[in-house]
Every structure is written in C-alpha cells, then in structure tokens.
C-alpha cells in the first residue's frame, strides 16, 4: 500500500515515541485508524526520569498543545549543574532542564492517544511487520534499541550496532537533586560516575556507570541485583545523603550505538531507537524519538503519498540526528577514558566535562555563567579580559604570542621548487592576519620528493634564498608572528597533477620515478614506487638533513617534520604501506626506525634553541592500518627523541580510507596523546571558529590549534577573532597600516532617520584617504 495516503496506521512498540506519533497522526486526520502494539503492560518501562529540551518542548507546544499543557503541570525544571571531584563541587548556571518520570509521561501519552481514539494493545507482540505492512498503509516501527522489524529487514535497513566500553545501570533515589548531578568515585578498582538529575519533587534518576574492566575488578559481575543497588548506594553515599537507591526493570547494559543506512522500506518507517541511538549522557532518546514523531506527522501532512513524506521525514531529520550522534559519541568517549583526565586542575576538569561534546562552548558557557567562566580562565592562567587563544606559549626557545597556526596548506604554485611572489604574499598576508605560528607548505627535500611539479623545496641554495626573503618579510612586517618550514618528501604520491588538475592523478608526461617503504602504488593506476634500499635510505636522511640546514640559515623559527599522510616517513610507520621485511619493517618499532633516524639527524644540525614538532596521522582508518594506540606510541617515540610537539593530523594514507569528519573530529587524538604522553599537541581538522579554539585550549584537549581552510576564507581570521571578542593586548597586534580596521565596520541603519523618538546621528569623523 505504500504510495496511498495512510489512512491505516499500524505502530509496533508502546514508548514515548511510538504513542506520540499515534497520537499526532490520529489529531492529524481523525479519520485514521491507528492501533499501537505493545508487549508490555502499561507500566512496565526502562528507566526512571525523562529529559526535554526547550526545543523539544517548543514543538510539542505548537503541534499539540493538550500534551504540551499536561507536561508542563509536571515538569521539574533546574538551571544548575554540579560536578564534584576529589571532595570539591564546582556548579555551572544557567542551563535549563527539563524533566518528569518516565511512568507519569507514559501516562500522559495513553490518556492522549484514548482520547483521540487510537487504539492501545497492551501485553499484546505486533504481528509480523511484513503482514502489517500488507493490510495497513503505513507501519510505524518504534520497537527500540532491540527492535524486531529492524531485524527482520536487515538487509535493506543495513544497520550497525556499536557496543561500547561502559557499563551502567539506571536507578533511583527517593528525593530530589537541586541540579544535574555529575560525581566522580576514584576507587582501588578504577574510576566510576554517577550521572543524576530530578524528575519529580521527590525522586531523581540516579546512573552509575564504569569501564568494563572496572565493573569486572570491582566484583559487580557477580552480585545480585540487590547487592549491586546496596554498593552503588554506598560507593556515592555522599551524593545520596546516605539514603539507598533502588532498582526498576533494568539490569547493567551495556550502551549500543544504532546507525541504519536506510530508515525505512515501502510503507515500514523506522522511529527513535530502532532507528538510532544517541548515548545518554547528552539526555538524547526520549527527545530524538519525540522529535522524529513531530517530523513523520509533519512530512504526512506536507505529503500526498506515503512514498514521499516517508522520504522527506528521512532527509529533514537524518542531518539533525547525525549531528547528535556525533556529539553523544564524544560525550561517551569522555566518559569512557574519565580516567584520563580526573588528574586536570579542578576547575578544568569542570569545563572539560560540561564541553566534551562540543554542543556547550566557551563562548555560550560564558554567557550562561560567566562567574564559572571565569574561575576555570583564571585558573588556567588567562590575564584579565584575555580569550584563551591569546596567551602565550611557549616551545623550547620560542614563545608564540597567541595559540593560533596557520596549517601548512599546499599551494601547488613554485616554479623549479623556488616560492615566489605568489607565496611571499600567501605566506606574508597570513602572517599580517595575526596568528602566533605561520606554517609554510610541505617543503620537500628533493626534486624526486616533490608531489606535483608545482611543490616548492630546500633542495638549492636559490630555493633557501627565496624562503629567505619571505621569512624576513614576516619578521620584518609582522613582528612577534614567528613562521615555521614543514620538510617532506612525497614518496609513493609523488609525480602527480597539481590538485585542481586532478588529484592524485598520475602526470600525463614529464614523470619522475618514485620511491616507497615498499613497492607499493597509491592506487590503481598510479605509478608504483621503488622500495628503498639501504643505501637509498641513507641518502633520503641525507637530503632531509641538508634541507634543514639551509631551513636554518633561511631564517625558519621552528621546523616540522612531515610523518603524515602518506608521504615517505609515514609511509614506514603504518603497516598498511610498510611490507618490509628487514630492520625497517614489521614491527612498530622497526617501522618507527627510519622515521626516526631521520628526525635524529635533522635535530642534531637543527638549532638547539628553535623547536622541532612533528605531523601524524594518528589513523588511517582503514581495517589493519594505524589506531589511536598506535598513535600514542608514535608520539612517545619521537617525544623521547626530542620533538617539541605533537602535530596531530589524520589518514590520508591509503585511498580505500573511510573517515569520520564531523566538527573538530580528529581532535580526539590530539586530546588522548597529551594526556597520555604528556607533550604538547597541535590540532587540526575541522577547527573553524574561535569560539572552537577557545573551548579547546582551556579545556586542556590540545595547546595550539592549527586552521587551514579558514585562513583561505579569511586570511586576518586572527585579528579579526580578536575584534569580534573586543580583545586588545599582546596576543595580537594589529600592523601599524591596520589599526584603523581594528574595530568591526559599522552595518548601514535599520531605521529610517528621522523616525519619531529615534534621535538622529551625527557623521563620524571622516575616513582615512582611500577609504
């Protein structure tokens, strides 16, 4: 029946969503017939209190006011959020929640759809969905996380289902919270947390989670359910006031990601958790299944045939979904590796935990509680009025002004491996824009390491002198901005198109020949690269050696040595491109070698005042290639051989890769390697906004922030980031022709002059000539 209008209505699954859509399509048009199976009774269900957001609650007012009213009567709201740590309690304002008990909203729904007349089987297993989908116009598949139909069409809804490292168990307390409750127990067998917030005057939802091995040393996989609620009581005694928890229908779980390619087949939908799951230390299933009832019922509305509002629900809300799937799995993973960070100063601890998943920034937690802001910026060392990315840093014998680098952005655009004008003003207008670190391209060591015809080297004397006369623009133009040189070589992805003539495409003519770790092309049709020997290797260290010393003398502040992406030196360290079989082969220590015996010669004639960093990719992603474990164990390897910082990048290793972006997504694995290494990050990917650079200085997830893209965009985007927070001290420094565009320019009036009580203006002084 698919393509009909739905006029009958069948909804596999009794929970919030599933009754909300019910209840939505049948005020929608009386005349369907709607009946909702449930296996359960009425009031049996998973869990205790409810959260909504605002926005939640929004559209629940404007599509149902009668629901709206009912939950408002029995909504507790707070604003506070409490997160207490090694005895100390740090409370951040003005959040706003929203929450009621689970039973009660339960309640709200089956009085809503009897009043509608929809009909409501308790204790009753829906019948086969491929039967429902036969006699009735539209199934609704709200049977959650375990769902059934989703099962049972698994072929078409392709899902995934991701189980994770925590264990947790929901529970309750006989009293209310006074705010969202985040409380932190370091015990002999590792970390644990209690998540806990009210939902009614007198209950609160109480989540005790730990990591898999912890849950394991601490015995709770043999007790009973009565003596693991009696521990969980007695482990957080402080937060309960010593009263004692007690337990529902659920049992320890473990949380499981649910991703579908495809969220529904014919007339068969999928809704809330049977479509997608988000963890819930963001309080996201309830909202996102009421949420997807709210858009079925609209796109049903918008649409003539089922077809296309099922199509049209699917594109309107799997955008908003991955979006917060996003932001629950780095909420989750936070809280997967607590242990990492218990050991922060207090009150970054705090602001780490509030932003973990990004959805809370610096910027809107200042403007919510700016007393709390205020305390971690102090605490971090942030002057009176100064954002976080403007405090100094500092790297062996340089100390950058501001936390900002322009990334090293080829540029495709030297003739013969000597920059020109073109990157003098590249380069220089960067440096003018007011960053602390301006990073040139991946500078190769080499004619035969170069990428494409147009990459630009330290291979000649000409070439140092043209890096010379960029570098001593910077310094000269653009005081306090230090400029640092990324040496590389290109490997297997050498002797290729220029990127807007074709990336990675082979050159139609005037090829060079190619070395690798192992013979091995970048892809089908691409050259393939000679394995170096022994001998070749020694001479490859040699050109890196002899590149950094005309660096030097080309007046370079800091030196990168490029081990990422695919080039030459990562090309030995992930094992996906690594097939030797000698000393330089097979083990991470053996593929590590060359890479670092390279790093070691080039830091032995590289100034012993002027820091060295070095790029990873700290995953291939790709099956067998390198891990985030992986990565902590290069970044410990070249931090014990002297590099200044880590420069954290991702992939770009092999073709075949499957990278999760999303905002600020390889910042990750700049996060663990700080915290676990104990040197200095640089990050990079998907950093665009200040108010991202901010959040992720102060809450210790990295100590610079590398911006490629937004330096095209803009390239004073420093300066400018400046104006827009009214900063104005040492952390940037307007150039002397700039200061008067220090401010942003005025918009044009919104109001006519002249309107009655709007006094009118006088004209500001005139602009300087020219303008």
């Known amino acids: 029946m698919a393509g009909a209008v739905a006029v009958r209505v069948a909804v596999i699954g009794g929970g919030p969503g599933g009754l909300y859509a019910a209840a939505l399509l049948k005020r929608q ?16 269900t998973f869990g205790f209190g409810v959260v909504l957001s605002d926005e939640t609650l929004g559209g629940i007012e404007h599509a149902d006011p009668v629901v709206y009213e009912a939950l408002r009567r029995d909504f507790v709201r707070w604003d506070d959020i409490d997160i207490v740590h090694r005895g100390t309690r740090h409370t951040s304002g003005g959040h706003g929640f929203a929450a009621l008990g689970r039973h009660r909203l339960l309640e709200i729904l089956h009085g809503r759809c009897r009043s509608l007349g929809v009909e409501l089987r308790f204790g009753t297993e829906a019948p086969d969905p491929a039967g429902l989908a036969r006699t009735h116009d539209l199934v609704v598949a709200a049977d959650g996380v375990h769902s059934g139909t989703r099962a049972a069409f698994a072929d078409v809804f392709r899902p995934s289902v991701t189980a994770h490292r925590c264990r947790y168990i929901w529970l309750a307390a006989d009293f209310a919270f006074d705010a969202f409750r985040f409380e932190i127990a370091e015990t002999e067998h590792g970390v644990m947390q209690l998540h806990g917030y009210p939902f009614a005057a007198d209950a609160s939802t109480v989540i005790v989670e730990m990591r898999e091995e912890v849950w394991r040393a601490a015995g ?64 996201s299933g309830t909202k996102l299944a009421v949420e997807d009832a709210l858009a079925l019922a609209g796109c049903l509305g918008e649409h003539a045939s089922t077809a296309d509002a099922l199509a049209a629900y699917e594109a309107r809300r799997r955008p908003v979904v991955a979006s917060t799937q996003r932001a629950a799995r780095a909420s989750l993973e936070w809280f997967e590796n607590l242990a990492r960070y218990v050991g922060q100063p207090p009150r970054r601890f705090a602001f780490d935990l509030l932003t973990r998943s990004r959805r809370v920034t610096h910027d809107n937690l200042r403007l919510r509680d700016p007393g709390f802001t ?23 014998g340089l100390t950058l002004r501001n936390r900002v680098v322009v990334s090293p952005m080829d540029m495709y655009s030297a003739t013969d491996g000597v920059p020109g004008d073109f990157h003098l003003v590249h380069l220089g207008a960067r440096a003018l824009g007011g960053a602390g670190l301006v990073m040139t391209e991946m500078v ?22 043209a890096w010379r006369r960029i570098t001593d623009f910077v310094h000269g133009s653009a005081p306090g901005t230090a400029i640092g040189v990324q040496l590389g070589h290109s490997g297997r992805k050498g002797s290729t198109k220029r990127m807007w003539e074709g990336m990675d495409e082979p050159l139609e003519d005037g090829n060079w020949p190619l070395v690798a770790a192992s013979p091995l092309p970048y892809r089908p049709g691409n050259q393939t690269p000679r394995e170096l020997s022994r001998a070749q290797l020694t001479d490859v260290r040699e050109q890196f050696v002899a590149a950094a010393r005309r660096a030097a003398r080309a007046g370079f502040d800091l030196l990168e040595l490029h081990c990422a992406h695919g080039y030459l030196l990562s090309g030995f360290l992930s094992p996906l491109t690594n097939r030797r079989t000698d000393a330089y082969g097979g083990s991470p220590e053996n593929r590590l070698r060359f890479p670092l015996e390279v790093f070691d010669a080039v830091r032995a004639v590289w100034p012993g005042d002027r820091p060295m960093t070095v790029r990873i990719s700290a995953t291939d992603w790709a099956e067998g290639g390198t891990t985030g474990d992986d990565a902590v164990v290069l970044a410990r390897a070249f931090a014990a051989h002297g590099a200044d910082a880590i420069d954290v990048s991702t992939g770009q290793v092999v073709a075949e890769e499957r990278p999760e972006f999303g905002r600020s997504y390889q910042t990750p694995f700049a996060d663990r390697i700080r915290h676990e290494v104990g040197v200095p990050v640089v990050a990079v990917g998907a950093i665009s906004s200040w108010d991202d650079v901010n959040s992720l200085i102060l809450a210790g997830r990295t100590d610079l922030c590398a911006l490629a893209r937004p330096h095209l965009y803009d390239p004073h985007w420093t300066l400018h980031a400046a104006a827009e927070q009214g900063y104005d001290g040492p952390g940037v420094v307007w150039p002397a022709p700039y200061r008067a565009g220090s401010r942003p320019p005025r918009t044009g009036r919104k109001d006519p002059v002249g309107t009655p009580g709007t006094p009118g203006t006088r004209p500001g002084p005139a602009g300087r000539r020219g303008a």
């Open 374 to 396: 205020a305390a971690v910026e102090e605490e971090f060392g942030c002057p009176p009025g100064t954002p976080p990315m403007f405090t100094p840093f500092r790297l062996r």
């Open 29 to 44: 048009d009386p005349a369907r017939e709607i009946t909702v199976f449930e296996r359960n009774a009425p009031d049996e």
């Open 444 to 465: 190769c060591v080499s004619a035969e390491g170069r990428i494409t015809p147009g990459c630009a080297g330290l291979y000649t004397a000409r070439q140092a002198d």
């Open 220 to 283: 709770f996989d043999r007790m009973s359910e009565d003596e693991s609620v009696e521990r969980c009581a007695k482990l957080f005694a402080d937060a309960l006031g010593g009263r004692p928890l007690r337990a529902g229908t659920s049992a320890w779980t473990t949380f499981r990601t649910v991703v579908n390619e495809r969220w529904s087949h014919g007339n068969l939908v999928l809704l809330g958790d049977a479509a997608h799951t988000a963890h819930f230390s963001i309080g």
